[in-house]
Structures are given as C-alpha cells and as structure tokens.
C-alpha cells in the first residue's frame, strides 16, 4: 500500500509554513535531508530500491511524478505541493520523472547515505523482492 500523508500548513496573511518533525508527522527519526532540483529535460532519477530504511518525499515546488514498483505492482504518484508526502518503505523500486523546470523534491531519510543499501539493478530487485511461487 502506497502511504500518502497530508501534512497541514499554517497559512496566514504572511503566507504558508510546514513544519516536518521526526515521529511526529513524520513516522521515523529524521536523519538526512536532501533535495533534488534542475532536472534536465525527460531525465529520470532513482531508478533503485534501499534494502533498508524509508524516505519520504514531498515536491515543495513545481511537480514530479514517482513510479514506486513493489516487485509485483507499479503505482505512479503526482507530487505537487509541499503539503503532501509520500512515504517509500525499503524494498520498492523508486523511480522521479516529468520534474518541471521549477521542481525542489525534497527528501527525509531515515538513515544516512550509504551506497551499499542500494539496489540499483532491477533483476536483481526482482528476483530478490518479486513474487516467489
Ligand atoms: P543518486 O543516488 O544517483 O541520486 P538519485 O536518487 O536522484 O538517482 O545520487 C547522486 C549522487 O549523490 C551520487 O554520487 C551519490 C550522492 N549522494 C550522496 O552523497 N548523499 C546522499 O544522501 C544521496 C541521496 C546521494
């Protein structure tokens, strides 16, 4: 199941803030951030699965799309604004894609980096993750 969080924003004459808070709105310790942004023309990001630990993203400016594949099932997902999250638990292939040239995806990750939690290859995604009979 694909989690999508609705994060509320205090809007006031001044404008908007969102606030994201380690296990509170956000369902794990926080413990990297970062964003993606300027993505060329057509390009696509991701294109891998964590073995561990989850991220959420959220799109605080322009738009993108995210493929999520959970080795069975793919779910595409329209990312358009700060106030949403959504929530990509290890073990789902992830893919970003149709950025706007505006676009900020911002990015909370429950653990920091670490190349070897990545999965970048997606037969070896599907055999270790897809559906066994
Ligand atoms: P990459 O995994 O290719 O990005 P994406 O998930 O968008 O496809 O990462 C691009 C580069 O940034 C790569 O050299 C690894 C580095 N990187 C870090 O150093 N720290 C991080 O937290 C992340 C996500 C990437």
């Known amino acids: 199941m694909i989690e999508m969080y609705d994060f509320a924003a205090f809007n006031d004459d001044r404008g908007s803030l969102i606030a994201w808070e380690s296990n509170k709105n956000i369902p794990f310790e926080i413990k990297r951030v970062y964003c993606i942004y300027g993505v060329k023309d057509h390009k696509r990001r991701g294109l891998h699965a964590h073995k561990e630990g989850d991220i959420i993203l959220i799109c605080i400016k322009g738009t993108c799309k ?34 706007s040239q505006d676009a900020i995806l911002l990015v909370l990750a429950s653990n920091q980096y670490d190349e070897d939690d990545y999965i970048r290859d997606i037969n070896t995604f599907l055999t270790d993750f897809g559906h066994k009979e």
């Open 66 to 99: 995210i493929l999520i594949n959970d080795g069975v099932y793919s779910t595409e997902t329209l990312l358009d604004g700060a106030n949403k999250g959504l929530h990509i638990p290890s073990g789902r292939w992830h893919e970003m894609y149709d950025f």
